[in-house]
Structure formats: C-alpha cells, structure tokens
C-alpha cells in the first residue's frame, strides 16, 4: 500500500452543550481531520487531542505543527504491506500519540475498505454490536446531575460515568446512586486528587461503583499502586497508559483493575491490539474512552470496541449528543437496549460528508500538491 497522498484540515464544531471535568470546560472544539489516500483509497483518521495541554501535552496546534513538520513528511511516498507497519516509520518521533493517530488509523481504515471488509473485521473484532455508555460532565448542583440521568437512562444507555473533583464529588455521586440505586455507575476524576486525599477516596466505595478512573497525577502510575490496596473500589487507569509497557507495568505493580484504551493516547489501532490482548491474557477488562471526537473517530472507536477484552461499556454514545449536524453518514445511533450495532461495510462503514467537512474547514495542508510542486 503506497502512501500516495496526506490532507489534513482543522475543523471546528460546537458541541451541543458546554462540558465540564476537574480541568476545564469545553463547547467549541477544534478537530484535526486526516485524510490519507492509499492507492487510490481515502482513508480518514482523527486527531483527539483538545484545544489546550489538560488531558494531555498535545493540542490542535501542536498536533498541527507535528504533522506538517514531521509525520507526513516521514511517511508520504513510502510503502506498506499493512497499516500495523506504520508505527516503525515515525518510531523515531517520540510521543505526540494523538498526532500520528490520526494518519495511522487513516490507514487502517482505506486497507479495510482495498480488502473489501469491514475495519472492525480487518481488526479482529468479534461483536456485531456494542455495548454503549455515557460520561457526563460537572454539573452545577446534585439536583441537575440527577436531572441528566434521568434523561440518559430514558436513552437506554448501559453505564452513567460521572466527572468529579474536590468540591464536587462525594454529595453528587450520593444523590445520584440514591436516585438509581441499581445502575452501573463510575466516576471519573481526571487526575483531581492526590495521596494526600486518601481518606477522602475511601468514602466512594460505599457507592459500590464499577470503577474509579485516574484518581491521581496524569502520569503517574506508581502513585496509584499505592492507593489501590486501600480502597474497594476498582481504580481503572487512563491518562498514564500511553503503550502496552506502561498498561503491564500498572498490573504488575497492581496499580489498578481495568484499563480505559482511548486510541489517540495509545497512538492509533496498532498499539491498542497489542494493549487489549495483554490485558486480555492477564484477565483484566478494557473499555474505550471517549475524547468528544467527531464522527470519524467516533466510527473508529465503535470498530475498536468490537475486539476481545472490551467487556465494559464504553463511552461511545450517539452523534446527537454531541452535536446538532455530525461528518459522517448516517449518524452514530444507539439502540433502545443501550447498544451501537457494528457496520458491515467496508472500512469505517460511515461515510465522511466532504460537503460538511469543507464548510467546517478553517485550515488545511495537502502533502500531493507540496510535494508535486517540489
């Protein structure tokens, strides 16, 4: 497969409602869309970084910059048997996960579609549907959080995860399992606390929650093999995995009992196979993260949730959620039992809307015409 051309173009959409963690809130999301063209082929990938260094160091300028500075150029014009190849061709590009998952998951997608196939096929996926939840942001008090689950429930979705931080946290979780006390429910707090608040962590295990996801520092996985024996509840890791190395260094230190994949921050489907088939042979369970993607990489996460070892609900919910008019067609939809049935067409099985996507566009680089004019 020769890498015959690289397009990108930043896109900006405005999510339906503004959407709060324990490091910012977030309505007007500026998007790297790829488009990379493999013999003949448009495959399309997304960049899932945010607007500014929160989740992670990289952002849409700096995924940007290492994009037309490094990535594409390091790769446009070269060869591959399988897209799974390509992380050999920009290993000497240390990190900016998010950026060369764009170009990579590109890939993936046009080799899917070259075989005729289906990406969560081409992947090794076993499910014709998946099993689909919802992460809701802060809300201002107890009683509107309640309020939106209600309505999430109404939905069919199969797990409510909350964001929490000091300050918001314990009362909100409280009203919300008394609410529903029988619903699969866990809690996200984005890197909020520290060791320091051990006593204070203590008090969600009487909420008898599925999961507590990345309580302490971002990159820190050591920091959590200590506070996982003093709690019941399972810690689940996901800013701190970057690659299978760091996911199997967290189980052998016990750091935590499930691992979130997000395919921007383990750089593209290549890494996330090898990551969920460690964690699958060491019996721990995996979900998908979500990162507020458009419909491209929202189709890539619903083609990833297919594999092995996803057996949570992850955060892949539906188009509408998010915004009034998505790129793709149709839309992602959920299924009254809370669940996203897998297409069956070839590559992502949506169809990217180029008509939206260039109305969206704010800027673009297209590595053909640099190169030609060379």
């Known amino acids: 497969m020769k890498i015959e051309s690289i397009l990108i173009r930043e896109i900006h959409m405005k999510l339906n409602s503004p959407f709060e963690t324990s490091f910012g809130t977030v309505q007007d999301r500026r998007i790297i869309i790829v488009e990379t063209v493999v013999d003949g082929v448009s495959g399309w990938g997304e960049v899932t970084c945010g607007e500014s260094p929160a989740y992670n160091s990289e952002t849409t300028d700096t995924a940007w910059i290492v994009l037309s500075e490094f990535v594409c150029p390091a790769v446009l014009g ?3 048997a399988h897209a799974s190849d390509f992380p050999a ?3 000497h590009i240390r990190g900016h996960e998010m950026a060369k998952s764009g170009v990579e998951n ?3 997608d046009a080799e899917a579609q070259i075989h005729g196939v289906s990406l969560a096929t081409l992947l090794g996926g ?6 689909s939840g919802v992460s809701l942001g802060i809300r201002e008090n107890p009683a509107a959080l309640v309020k939106r689950v209600h309505e999430e429930l109404a939905g069919g979705y199969q797990r409510i995860k909350l964001k929490i931080k000091p300050g918001k946290d314990l009362e909100y979780v409280a009203a919300v399992r008394k609410e529903f006390p029988n619903i699969l429910l866990s809690v996200d707090a984005n890197s909020a606390y520290t060791l320091k608040d051990v006593a204070h962590l203590k008090s969600v295990d009487e909420f008898n ?8 520092s971002w990159d ?3 920091a959590h093999s200590k506070l996982q024996p003093q709690i019941k509840t399972a810690i689940c890791l996901d800013e701190c995995i970057f690659n299978t190395r760091h996911a199997l260094a967290a189980i052998e230190l016990e750091a935590c009992r499930i691992i979130n994949i997000k395919l921007g921050r383990v750089s593209g489907h290549t890494e996330a196979r090898l990551m ?3 964690c699958l042979e060491r019996s721990i369970p995996v979900w998908c993260g979500g990162m507020l993607e458009s419909g491209i990489g929202r189709a890539h996460n619903i083609a990833m949730s297919t594999l092995p070892g996803f057996t949570l609900p992850g955060d892949v919910s539906a188009s509408a959620r998010y915004w009034k008019e998505d790129i793709i067609e149709p839309a992602v ?4 039992k809370g669940t996203i049935k897998v297409p069956k067409g070839p590559g992502l099985g949506y169809v990217a809307r180029r008509d939206r996507i260039e109305k969206l566009t704010v800027r673009s680089n297209d590595w053909t015409a640099r190169r030609a004019a060379s």
């Open 333 to 336: 939809e959920v299924t009254p």
């Open 220 to 222: 820190d996985i050591y």
């Open 89 to 91: 061709l920009v290993a």
């Open 126 to 131: 076993t499910r014709d549907e998946i099993a």
């Open 276 to 278: 969920q088939a460690a």
């Open 78 to 80: 070269k060869t591959v």
């Open 106 to 108: 590109g890939l993936w």
């Open 209 to 216: 929650l599925l999961m507590m996801e990345q309580p302490l």
